[in-house]
């Protein structure tokens, strides 16, 4: 049975609590900018800490492990949690393996009974990769592992790593003996092509379960939204496609179970599983839209949600997509890039978007015609860092709430007069 995960955040700054910046971190040279507007400010004031400092993750420092255990301790209690399996998933900013009190942490998280998943690290804090046997015997059973490539030398270059060796010993003693993740952000040219096979086969015969694959993003329209594109100057990342097909070729060689962000995930069909030819069936649990609105989105969703909105044939609803890839990260100035004769008197923004109301208020108003908007939900469907974790059924049943919620703000916001 897969454990519930509640999430203890270690804090840590990107690039300073990693030693150093990887080369490909998107926190490099993250310039201060005043914060986006989000669905989390207050109603009359543009800006807050989510979309300010806690989106440039620049003022966490490394929290004690007693604070670490406090806020644990707090979540459980405020939480509905007696009789759960759970573990306690650690994340934060900087690279879980510089965090200097890991060992500490999962020592006093199992003395309460709990086992831990270590978030995303790289490792490269990992200093003796024998500190993987006593984190197992600390009680963590899963880690996620940004492994980059096993290649010591582009390890050193790519990830700052000054112990390649030492890190996938670690790497190694974790896939013999616990659930793994691994995690490869790709880089065309660098890590991808033999490199990643090479990776690929030797986390297999590691006994890695996982790879999730991640397309490398490098200007402001796939979703670098920090004012720091272009991380990397002359790279050309991978187009939506080739990439998805580099997932389904890496998926159909190897004994892992792979999956790709923003796409794809072979086994459960994510993201937008219910768009797929086939699965018509279960769009009947969507109600039906008695609404009109113009449901704006991003770049990559865009096209899968126009396909199930006419597969229900609810005619009173457009989707418009924005140029942004990710529609998480959809910002004011998307907005403004939006051709406001396409738009209809209600419009619904993505919930999670880095605008507030108030600036889609005025730009949705600028021909002089004013709009109602809405949000819709958090998530319209799960990318695939959560959908290697489940089955295509348990994907279907998150899109279909999910498309319920939006069909529920197309129908209160775009109500139709009588
Ligand atoms: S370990 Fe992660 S957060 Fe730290 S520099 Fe590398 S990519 Fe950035």
Redesign the pocket.
């Known amino acids: 049975m897969i454990k519930m995960q509640i999430v203890a955040d270690i804090g840590?700054i990107?690039?300073v609590?990693?030693k150093?910046?990887?080369k490909?971190?998107?926190?490099?040279e993250v310039k201060y900018m005043e914060p986006l507007g989000c669905i989390s400010c207050s109603p009359g004031k543009i800006g807050c800490s989510r979309c300010g400092e806690e989106l440039r993750?620049s003022k966490n420092n490394f929290k004690l492990p007693f604070i670490v255990m406090s806020e644990i301790q707090s979540t459980l209690m405020l939480g509905n949690y007696r009789d759960k399996d759970l573990k306690v998933n650690i994340s934060g900013?900087?690279?879980l393996s510089?965090y200097p009190h890991l060992n500490e942490l999962t020592s006093t998280l199992n003395q309460f009974g709990l086992n831990s998943h270590i978030g995303?690290?790289?490792g490269?804090g990992f200093e003796n990769g024998e500190i993987a046997k006593t984190l197992v015997n600390n009680g963590v059973d899963e880690v996620t592992y940004?492994v980059f490539s096993t290649d010591h030398n582009l390890r050193r270059e790519w990830?700052?790593d000054q112990n390649p060796d030492e890190s996938l010993k670690a790497l190694k003693i974790f896939s013999e003996s616990i659930e793994v993740h691994g995690a490869s952000?790709i880089i065309p040219g660098v890590n991808d092509g033999d490199v990643l096979l090479k990776t690929c086969s030797d986390l297999e015969s590691w006994g890695a379960k996982a790879l999730i694959l991640m397309r490398f993003a490098n200007t402001i329209n796939q979703g670098l939204i920090l004012k720091n594109a272009p991380i990397l100057k002359d790279v050309k990342t991978h187009s939506v496609e080739e990439f998805k097909d580099l997932v389904k070729e890496i998926n159909s060689q190897f004994n892992l179970r792979v999956t790709g962000t923003p796409v794809f995930d072979p086994e459960t069909n994510a993201p937008f599983a219910i768009a797929k030819d086939g699965n018509e069936i279960y769009l009947q649990f969507i109600q039906e839209v008695t609404g009109e609105a113009t449901v704006i989105s991003s770049k990559i969703a865009g096209p899968y949600i126009a396909k199930i909105f006419e597969k229900i044939g609810a005619d009173d609803v457009n989707i418009v997509c924005t140029e942004k890839e990710i529609a998480c990260l959809i910002t004011k100035e998307d907005l403004e890039d939006i051709d406001l004769s396409e738009v209809k008197d209600a419009v619904i923004i993505p919930g999670r978007s880095f605008v507030h109301n108030l600036d889609a208020e005025r730009i949705f108003s600028k021909d002089g015609k004013e709009r109602v908007v809405g949000r819709g939900p958090d998530k319209l469907s799960v990318d695939g860092e959560m959908s290697g974790t489940l089955t295509e059924e348990q994907v279907i049943e998150r899109e279909l709430e999910e498309f319920r919620e939006l069909v529920q703000a197309i129908n209160f916001f775009g109500m139709k007069k009588r």
């Open positions: 840590g990107p690039g609590d990693c150093g910046f990887c490909y971190c998107y926190f490099k993750e900013g900087g690279d510089c995303y690290t790289s490269k940004t990830v700052k952000v």
